[in-house]
Every structure is written in structure tokens, then in C-alpha cells.
């Protein structure tokens, strides 16, 4: 006797919805401005970091397609789970969605909306309609986010924002409302179908059961049989809970037919001949599903086979238990593919979950992350935005913790941005604060620009000097402007007392006629053919340092001809290079020496020097440590060789370096 085996459902595709909104991004600019060698000479200030409020907007993470299935999946969508009779995952090879509704407009679903419910069977559409209202809520959702974009942009608070109605959802609503009263009534039609026919197919057992107390010829009673048959074949579906006590009954009566009417054996051996080779179709189809790729159409088209089975008759009881242990053992080869194909879907699903929740923890770690500054948001926005990529390739957890997940994950997000915006309003308002006080400073250099008080104004002008260096930045748009309109009013007074002071200072043009009388006589000293000592030479150059300052427009004039005629005579003493090159550096230092904020200056040379010679140690370093992997390549020994030169002079300038930082060390003393 065949058993039947239940449908299993195939469990619907859960949807993830992740949704992440899309705000500022900021990138701070500089905008330094070079200060000529003339200008503000009394007060050492270049122009600060400006920054714009204004951010470069995030690369978007496109969360459409999950948000739009999110808000198809509200409750008031919900059709349940189990498919019907002639819908749903059962008969998808039957019903493929036709058409792509991607890219239509809202009155465009509507329409083909309308249309399927006009000229399709209610029970053919699902997939159809499932198609549309994914589409219809994308599109609504891309329409909601412009609305709120427009909301913000016009100088709207993002929390005060609310959704606009929409008339084209309400009919779409009520379309759906027109679907599932007419599904409903198909599925109650569907029942009361069933319930008649479990009806007919018992008064049918109950007619089989009289046939073997049956007085009518043998011939009349096997076309009753047959009658019987037919009829039971064309009475449609019962319902599942019936189905198999009321098969296994139909079929033990049938079995009782033929022992009991004792006909002819020739033509109960041709019947049971022909079930015989239908069921051995079966189990050749059934063994066949064993190889097919899809578990689920294996396991549809398995069910039919089901169907069918029950559908034939009796075999020759030498071949009934084979048979039925061949279609069986078939059977459960497909469904224990069936049942580990979604266990492993739920094994996967849950390590999803597991790597959805780190993704929220690392987001919420974000949040509550202290960020001071613009570098360390933009900084925190691409962590962010690469946390949603993640998210993006990562597919659903169980339908229980999907929904949960995603809102964790949203919420977190949602916060992070909204930090995100205050931050920059905070900044935005501090920046307005700064522009207001930089134009004050830029009103009080300029009272000061025509001011005769040269000594005064100076120490007034470099306190407001200072005054700018506190003040913080202003936004990208006014930085230039104001920046420019107090630089101006400095370098007016400057000039002005530059002009002063060349007028009647005639001290630099004195300095300058004997440093000039000085360069003859390094001129002859170099022309003499008198054997000269490095002491005499010394002598000029202690000379030339004690003599003050020239003239600004031939001070790199004069100090180019006396650099040219000292080596001149270093060569003629027959100097080396490198001692040619250190009593220039000698020179210098004194010349810094004698200058005003000489401390200041060789200080400066120093911590120059020092940082060249750490600079050229750590090169020395990497280079050694490079030689070691150059063994292991072609033309190995070529570039060890250049390494080692390289090395070389890097510790010759290195040598050069300390003993000039020994040099000016000893100056110091």
C-alpha cells in the first residue's frame, strides 16, 4: 500500500533591510597666502588653516532594494507563509514573473497592478504582485529621500522633516486590499471544493465496497469498477489532513475488488501489468530527480511523482514491497537532500547574524567615540561607509533577527550621523564667531595703517598679529577675503615705515661703501702672488662679519661677490672642498652672530642640521637593511655596489653635518 508523503513548504526568502543615511562628509582646505621678504618684516606671521563647514558629501552605499523590501514586509502585507493550490514557491517553473517592473513610475505599477487583478486567475499572481510592490515601495522611498534632501537644503531641521502624503500609496493599498479579499475568497472556494470532493471520493469507497456483493454479470461489475475509477480519478483535491487515511482505504478496496470478483486472471494480469510499469516509471523519475541540480525542483517535482503513485493502481503482490522500497528509498534520498539544503541555509544564515552584530557593535563603538575634530570624523565617516559595504555582502540571518538586526544597525548609523551634523553646526557657528572677531582685528590694523608712531604701531600691529593666530579658522568662503583685507593694512604701515627709515638712515650706505673697499682687497689678496696664510684671510673675513647691514636690494649682491672671492682664495690656498665649504659655514655663523636675533637664527641653522643628519641616518639605515633582500635578485651584485656608494656619501655628508653642529656648539660656548 502506498503511504503518502506530506508537502513541505519551502521557507520564503527572508529580506534584509539595511538603510543608511547619506550626510556630510567635510574635508578641511588651507589656503596659506606667502609673505614677501619686505612686508610685515616686525612681526613673523603667515596666513592660518582656513576650513570650510562645507563637507564633500560620503560615497553612497545604495540600501534601495532592502529598504523598499522592508516596508513590503509590513504586517499589513502579510499573506502567511504557506502558498495555496496553483500559487507560490510549488509552481515556479509555471509562473515566472513575466515582466521587470524596475524603472516604472508609481501610476505605471498602479496600472499593471490593476491589470493582473482584471485579467489573471488570483491564484497565478503572487510572484507578480510581490515584483510590483517591491518596485512601488522603492520608488517611494527614492521619492521620500528627495523630499527630505529638498527639506534639508532649503534650511530645514532634519529632525522636523516629516514624510509628505502620498495618494498613489493609498491606491496601492487598496489594490492590495482588492488582492486578498480575492485570494481569500479562491482559498475559501479552494476549501469548500475540497470538502466536496472528500464527500464524493467516500461515496465512492462506500460504492466499491457494494461491488463485491454484487449480483450483476462479471462484465457489468468490472465497468462499474472501471466507472468508479474514472470518477475517482477526475474528482479533484481533499484536504491534506484526509488525504492519506482516505487513499489508503480507496486503495484496500480496490485490492478487495479483485480478490473477492475473482476475474478473469488474463485480464487482472494485463491491469496489474500496465500499474506495474507505471510505477516502474516512477521510480526511474524518482532516481533520476536523485542527479538534478536544483534541490527545490527535485523536490517539487517529487511531490507530483507522489500524485501520480497514488493515481495507479494495485500491482502483483510479488512486486508491490519492491516497488514501493525502490520509489521510497528514492524518496529519501531527495528529501534528506531537501531537509539539509535549508539546514545548511539556516547554519549560514546563522553566522550572518554573527557577523551582522559585529558590524553593529563596531558601529556603536563609533558613536560613542570621542571625535574633537574634522580630520577625525572624515576619518570615522569612510570607517562607516566601509562598515555598510561589509554589511552589503553579507546575506540575510534567520527571519526572526533579521528585522531586529537591521533596526540595531540603522539606529546606530542614524545616531552616528546625527552626531555627525551637530558637530558641523557647532563648527559652523564657532566659524561665524571667528569671522566676526577677525574683522575686528582687520578694523584695528586698519586705524593703525597711517599711524607715524613707528615703534608704537609696530608692537600694536604684531600684538594683533598674535591676536589672529588664536582666533580659530572661518569658513573657506570669507577666509581668503579677510585674510587678504588685514595682510593689506599690515603691509601698508610696513611699507610706509620701510620708506621712513630709508630716508634718513644713511648708515647702510656707509656700510655698504667699505664692504665694498673690503672686496678689493680680497680681490688683491687673491691676485698677489705672495705666498698668503689662512690667518690673513681669516683676518678679512673677521672684518667683513663686523661691518653692519647694506643696503636690502645689494645685500644678496654683495654677499654673492664676497662668497666668489673667498673661495677664490680658499682655492688658491689650495683648500680642500670640504674645508672651503666649512669656512663658509664658519663665516656664516658668524655673520648670524652679529645679526639682530642672532640666537634665534643659529638655533635654527642648528636644529636644521640635526634634523638632515637624523634624516640621513635613518637613510643609512634602510639602506643597509636593503642589501640583504638584493642577494636574492638578478644583477644582484651591481646593486649592492650602488647601495654601498650610496652609503658612502651619505656618511661623508653625515661626517660634514656633525662637525658643523660641533661647530656651531662651540660658537655657542
Known amino acids: 500500500m502506498v503511504t503518502e508523503n506530506n508537502e513541505r513548504s519551502v521557507p520564503e526568502e527572508q529580506v534584509s533591510t539595511p538603510c543608511v543615511e547619506d550626510t556630510m562628509n567635510a574635508t578641511p582646505a588651507t ?164 470538502e466536496a470532493n472528500l464527500k464524493i471520493k467516500l461515496q465512492i469507497i462506500e460504492e466499491l465496497k457494494e ?50 470478483i475473482k476475474i478473469n486472471k488474463e485480464l487482472r494480469d494485463l491491469d496489474l501489468k500496465k500499474n506495474y510499469e507505471a510505477k516502474l516509471q516512477l521510480c526511474e523519475e524518482a532516481e533520476a530527480l536523485v542527479l538534478e541540480p536544483s534541490v527545490i525542483t527535485a523536490f517539487h517535482k517529487l511531490q507530483k511523482l507522489h500524485e501520480q503513485w497514488r493515481e495507479i493502481g494495485p500491482v502483483a503482490g510479488e512486486f508491490k514491497e519492491p516497488l514501493w522500497d525502490r520509489f521510497r528509498e528514492a524518496s529519501s534520498k531527495i528529501n534528506k537532500r531537501h531537509q539539509e539544503y535549508f539546514d545548511q541555509q539556516k547554519e549560514e544564515q546563522k553566522k550572518n547574524l554573527d557577523l551582522k552584530a559585529e558590524l553593529c557593535v563596531k558601529t556603536e563603538e563609533l558613536v560613542a567615540s570621542p571625535l574633537l575634530s574634522r580630520k577625525e570624523w572624515n576619518k570615522a565617516s569612510d570607517q562607516l561607509i566601509e562598515i555598510q559595504k561589509v554589511w552589503k555582502t553579507i546575506g540575510f540571518a534567520p527571519k526572526k533577527d533579521n528585522t531586529k538586526i537591521y533596526e540595531r544597525f540603522r539606529t546606530a548609523c542614524d545616531r ?25 582685528i582687520c578694523a584695528a590694523a586698519e586705524a593703525l595703517q597711517q599711524s607715524e608712531e613707528w615703534k608704537k604701531t609696530t608692537d600694536e600691529l604684531i600684538a594683533l598679529q598674535k591676536r589672529w593666530k588664536e582666533v580659530g579658522p572661518v569658513a573657506r568662503r570669507h577666509s581668503e577675503a579677510v585674510w587678504k583685507r588685514f595682510r593689506t593694512a599690515c603691509d601698508r604701515f610696513f611699507e610706509r615705515k620701510t620708506t621712513h627709515f630709508a630716508s634718513v638712515d644713511s648708515q647702510y650706505e ?44 645689494q645685500k644678496e649682491s654683495m654677499q654673492n661677490q664676497y662668497r666668489e672671492v673667498v673661495d677664490a682664495a680658499f682655492l688658491k690656498l689650495r683648500g680642500n672642498e670640504k674645508e672651503r665649504h666649512m669656512e663658509r659655514f664658519k663665516g656664516k655663523i658668524q655673520n648670524l652672530s652679529t645679526d639682530g636675533g642672532s640666537d634665534r637664527r643659529i638655533r635654527h641653522e642648528r636644529d636644521r642640521l640635526f634634523n638632515k643628519m637624523k634624516q640621513l641616518e635613518s637613510d643609512i639605515a634602510l639602506l643597509e637593511n636593503n642589501i640583504g633582500f638584493f642577494s636574492k635578485s638578478k644583477n644582484a651584485e651591481a646593486m649592492i655596489r650602488d647601495v654601498n656608494e650610496k652609503i658612502a656619501r651619505a656618511k661623508e655628508e653625515m661626517a660634514t653635518l656633525v662637525e658643523k653642529i660641533n661647530l656651531i656648539d662651540k660658537q655657542a660656548e
Open 416 to 440: 552616528f550621523f546625527e552626531n555627525k551634523r551637530n558637530f558641523y553646526l557647532q563648527t559652523k557657528a564657532e566659524m561665524e564667531a571667528n569671522l566676526q572677531l577677525k574683522n575686528e
Open 211 to 260: 461491488l463485491v456483493n454484487s449480483n450483476e454479470t462479471l462484465n457489468h461489475t468490472f465497468n462499474t469498477f472501471r466507472d468508479l475509477q474514472r470518477r475517482w480519478k477526475e474528482t479533484g483535491l481533499v484536504q491534506q489532513t484526509a488525504m492519506k487515511d482516505l487513499w489508503e482505504t480507496y486503495n484496500l478496496h480496490v485490492e478487495n475488488f479483485y480478490n473477492f
Open 510 to 553: 656707509e656700510n655698504l661703501a667699505r664692504k665694498r673697499a673690503l672686496l678689493e682687497e680680497l680681490r688683491a689678496f687673491v691676485a698677489s702672488e705672495e705666498e698668503q696664510s689662512f690667518e690673513a684671510l681669516k683676518e678679512l673675513q673677521r672684518r667683513w662679519s663686523e661691518i653692519g647691514f647694506v643696503p636690502i636690494k
Open 31 to 194: 589656503t596659506p597666502v606667502a609673505q614677501t621678504e619686505n612686508t610685515m618684516l616686525e612681526a613673523d606671521v603667515t596666513a592660518p588653516e582656513e576650513s570650510s563647514s562645507e563637507s564633500a558629501p560620503a560615497p553612497e552605499i545604495d540600501f534601495s532594494d532592502e529598504e523598499a523590501a522592508l516596508a513590503a514586509a509590513a504586517p499589513e502585507f502579510d499573506l502567511g507563509e504557506e502558498p495555496v493550490e496553483g500559487e507560490g514557491s510549488n509552481k515556479e517553473e509555471e509562473n515566472p514573473v513575466s515582466v521587470d517592473y524596475s524603472g516604472q513610475t508609481q501610476e505605471q505599477l498602479l496600472a499593471a497592478f490593476e491589470e493582473l487583478l482584471r485579467t489573471q486567475p488570483v491564484q497565478t499572481v503572487r510572484r507578480n504582485v510581490e515584483a510590483i510592490k517591491i518596485a512601488f515601495y522603492k520608488n517611494l522611498r527614492a521619492e521620500i529621500d528627495q523630499a527630505r534632501k529638498s527639506f534639508i537644503d532649503g534650511g530645514g531641521v532634519p529632525e522636523a522633516f516629516t514624510v509628505p502624503a502620498n495618494e498613489e500609496e493609498q491606491k496601492f493599498k487598496s489594490l492590495f486590499t482588492a488582492y486578498r479579499n480575492k485570494r481569500n475568497e479562491y482559498i475559501a472556494q479552494l476549501d469548500n471544493e475540497k
